[in-house]
């Protein structure tokens, strides 16, 4: 996978843009031509952008980084967002957590609040008139929007903003998925894909798509910037002396027989990490007995509510635990290069697993 991903690179010397950003180039010549020149007439271009998760909220500030850089008009957001976004110069018309939900179950007890900021999505997007919809994962959301937003257009007769969903459904995780897409063109202009077998499926199945890479691989340009070396070559490698420095960690603690620092990754949505620190908890209830030295490094995403639960569950945990606050890459890469073990759950591993050198990360163990 690593090198399939890797090819997808292009300009990538001096600083220079890939994967979705190099589409953009394209869009804005060929394939968006309309969308520009509706732009012009209104002296911008609008871009609703909506993300309900973390990693969204990364992906998504990137994109409009890029959009700024290459539009050929003066550029306005509207929508839905988290922090990063905010930087970009987004205002989210309420906080991204009211829509991170996980799956039916979790979704039941939050369906009102749920339905509210649907509608609050839609009559925010209505009334900004956007060129383009951009959604960011959080398919359960997004495509709700997207299909009420399309359906809203169409009952006005109005031609409606093109809609773009960035990172396709795990169609591949279903049984049946793949018949699944076929009803996205409906209210999908176009999907742009993650992983490389993407793109030919969605278009087999009747839905525009482009592969645009994957979003860990900007992770490894952005840590290598101003490096000479090849893409095959580049790297992600923590310093484990700056976070014993930092944390007053003792470098005994890393080599000590028995002693372990341990890295736990519980997600980024409330009920995955509660999920996901009970168990870990009870794990570690079990390990302290065993191991003379335990320390717990806890990498928090940057979610307020996620923030706030692990502010009460770490005045419980069962050994010494470190925060490791979202957003700073260069501490979690330092992180992982003084652990000697993880405790993550799958979809946050998968790909980064491959890619990023964690060197002393010898036992990873997924959920």
């Given at each position: 996978m690593l090198k399939m991903l890797l090819r997808t690179i292009r300009d990538i010397k001096n600083g220079g843009e890939m994967g979705f950003s190099s589409l953009l180039r394209r869009s804005f010549s060929v394939r968006s031509g309309t969308v520009v020149d509706m732009g012009d007439k209104d002296g911008e271009l609008r871009v609703f952008m909506v993300a309900g998760e973390v990693s969204g909220d990364s992906i998504a500030s990137r994109l409009m980084a890029s959009l700024k850089k290459l539009s050929p008009l003066p550029i306005r957001f509207s929508g839905v967002g988290g922090p990063r976004m905010s930087k970009e110069g987004l205002e989210s018309l309420?906080?991204?957590e009211d829509i991170?939900?996980?799956?039916?179950?979790e979704l039941l007890p939050h369906l009102n609040k749920f339905r509210v900021r649907l509608k609050e999505t839609i009559e925010g997007a209505i009334l900004f008139q956007p060129h383009v919809v951009v959604t960011v994962d959080s398919k359960g959301f997004s495509f709700r929007l997207l299909k009420q937003l399309r359906a809203r257009y169409g009952w006005q007769e109005l031609n409606g903003p093109l809609h773009f969903h960035y990172v396709a459904p795990s169609f591949w995780a279903w049984k049946g998925g793949e018949a699944r897409l076929k009803?996205?063109?409906?209210?999908?202009?176009?999907?742009?894909?993650i992983l490389p077998n993407e793109?030919?499926?969605?278009k087999l199945n009747g839905l525009d798509a482009t592969f645009v890479g994957h979003p860990v691989l900007e992770d490894i340009f952005e840590f290598n910037l101003g490096k000479q070396a090849s893409p095959?070559?580049?790297?992600?490698e923590g310093s484990s002396e700056d976070f014993r420095r930092k944390f007053a960690v003792s470098s005994e603690v890393a080599s000590l027989e028995g002693a372990a620092v341990i890295s736990l990754l519980p997600g980024s949505r409330l009920q995955e990490v509660i999920r996901m620190l009970s168990i870990f908890a009870r794990t570690f209830d079990q390990l302290k007995d065993s191991i003379p030295e335990l320390i717990t490094v806890i990498h928090v995403a940057p979610n307020q509510h996620v923030e706030n639960y692990i502010d009460g569950v770490i005045r419980k945990w069962?050994?010494?635990a470190i925060l490791i606050p979202g957003g700073h890459q260069h501490l979690k890469y330092d992180a992982f290069s003084v652990s000697s073990s993880a405790l993550l759950i799958q979809k946050a591993f998968i790909v980064e697993s491959e890619i990023y050198d964690l060197g002393s990360i010898r036992d990873c163990s997924c959920w």
């Amino acid at each position: 996978m690593l090198k399939m991903l890797l090819r997808t690179i292009r300009d990538i010397k001096n600083g220079g843009e890939m994967g979705f950003s190099s589409l953009l180039r394209r869009s804005f010549s060929v394939r968006s031509g309309t969308v520009v020149d509706m732009g012009d007439k209104d002296g911008e271009l609008r871009v609703f952008m909506v993300a309900g998760e973390v990693s969204g909220d990364s992906i998504a500030s990137r994109l409009m980084a890029s959009l700024k850089k290459l539009s050929p008009l003066p550029i306005r957001f509207s929508g839905v967002g988290g922090p990063r976004m905010s930087k970009e110069g987004l205002e989210s018309l309420f906080p991204m957590e009211d829509i991170s939900v996980m799956g039916m179950w979790e979704l039941l007890p939050h369906l009102n609040k749920f339905r509210v900021r649907l509608k609050e999505t839609i009559e925010g997007a209505i009334l900004f008139q956007p060129h383009v919809v951009v959604t960011v994962d959080s398919k359960g959301f997004s495509f709700r929007l997207l299909k009420q937003l399309r359906a809203r257009y169409g009952w006005q007769e109005l031609n409606g903003p093109l809609h773009f969903h960035y990172v396709a459904p795990s169609f591949w995780a279903w049984k049946g998925g793949e018949a699944r897409l076929k009803g996205l063109a409906n209210f999908v202009d176009h999907i742009l894909c993650i992983l490389p077998n993407e793109e030919a499926v969605c278009k087999l199945n009747g839905l525009d798509a482009t592969f645009v890479g994957h979003p860990v691989l900007e992770d490894i340009f952005e840590f290598n910037l101003g490096k000479q070396a090849s893409p095959h070559d580049l790297k992600i490698e923590g310093s484990s002396e700056d976070f014993r420095r930092k944390f007053a960690v003792s470098s005994e603690v890393a080599s000590l027989e028995g002693a372990a620092v341990i890295s736990l990754l519980p997600g980024s949505r409330l009920q995955e990490v509660i999920r996901m620190l009970s168990i870990f908890a009870r794990t570690f209830d079990q390990l302290k007995d065993s191991i003379p030295e335990l320390i717990t490094v806890i990498h928090v995403a940057p979610n307020q509510h996620v923030e706030n639960y692990i502010d009460g569950v770490i005045r419980k945990w069962p050994v010494p635990a470190i925060l490791i606050p979202g957003g700073h890459q260069h501490l979690k890469y330092d992180a992982f290069s003084v652990s000697s073990s993880a405790l993550l759950i799958q979809k946050a591993f998968i790909v980064e697993s491959e890619i990023y050198d964690l060197g002393s990360i010898r036992d990873c163990s997924c959920w």
